[in-house]
């Protein structure tokens, strides 16, 4: 059973500062997902990465795969209050891989002070 | 992306009485949906897989008789909670995976607030 482990747990900042959250994985990914969940919402699709040492940037938010596609970084540059909610990354396999059955880590609650 | 459509947003119901949430893919047919349960700051929990015309897979500790799935149709699935108590209350969220989309991703409805009083 793949093991996701996220940190940190609980992230508490000032506006204007920059944060790291990583994600661990017990195996490979078959691709991973960051998402973002506001409070009283949905998680939200941030970005998917799929190969090794990928680096993808989406504004001020930097996302990072690993060379040996177990572990992942996402950086955010001068946080903002919008940028308030959990951080969540999973693992979605193929259909036909475990009935397609995703996997989430424990999330990184991030949270942003004006 | 794919858009996912969960309703209603908040329910309360009293204890006893049964409670349905819709969870529909707009512009995509989903073979599959997931349903989960969050509790407050917490991460996902899988509760079940609903199959399109097929019984539902539970995952260990669920009860299949007091959640009900039904994925009658290609874009809709449905959970109800039967007999609902107080700690039934929680966040309950579906997400569906468009099988024509890039990278097998996974996409989330707005998510249920229930409320059992």
């Known amino acids: 059973t793949q093991l996701l482990e996220q940190s940190p747990q609980f992230l508490s900042i000032q506006e204007g500062e920059n944060l790291t959250v990583y994600c661990n994985s017990s195996s490979v990914f078959s691709s991973l997902q960051w998402y973002r969940q506001e409070p009283g919402e949905g998680p939200v699709l941030l970005v998917t990465?799929?190969?090794?040492?990928e680096v993808k940037k989406l504004k001020r938010l930097t996302f990072q795969f690993g060379d040996a596609r177990k572990d992942s970084s996402l950086h955010i540059t001068a946080a903002q209050p919008g940028d308030t909610g959990l951080y969540l990354c999973a693992d979605h396999p193929p259909t036909n891989t475990n009935a397609g059955k995703s996997t989430f880590g424990d999330g990184t609650t991030l949270t942003v002070k004006p | 992306g794919a858009v996912v459509s969960q309703h209603p947003s908040r329910v309360i119901c009293k204890s006893g009485t049964s409670v349905k949430i819709e969870c529909r893919s707009l512009d995509f047919q989903a073979t599959t949906m997931f349903w989960y349960r969050q509790f407050p700051k917490q991460s996902l929990m899988l509760m079940a897989t609903s199959n399109e015309g097929s019984k539902a897979t539970y995952e260990q500790g669920v009860e299949k008789d007091k959640f009900l799935i039904n994925h009658a149709s290609l874009t809709l699935s449905t959970l109800t909670v039967t007999s609902a108590h107080p700690e039934d209350s929680s966040f309950y969220i579906c997400?569906?995976?468009?099988?024509?989309?890039?990278?097998?991703?996974?996409?989330f409805g707005q998510g249920t607030r229930l409320t059992v009083v």
């Open positions: 990465v799929v190969t090794g040492g």
């Open positions: 997400s569906a995976r468009d099988p024509a989309g890039e990278n097998t991703e996974a996409f």
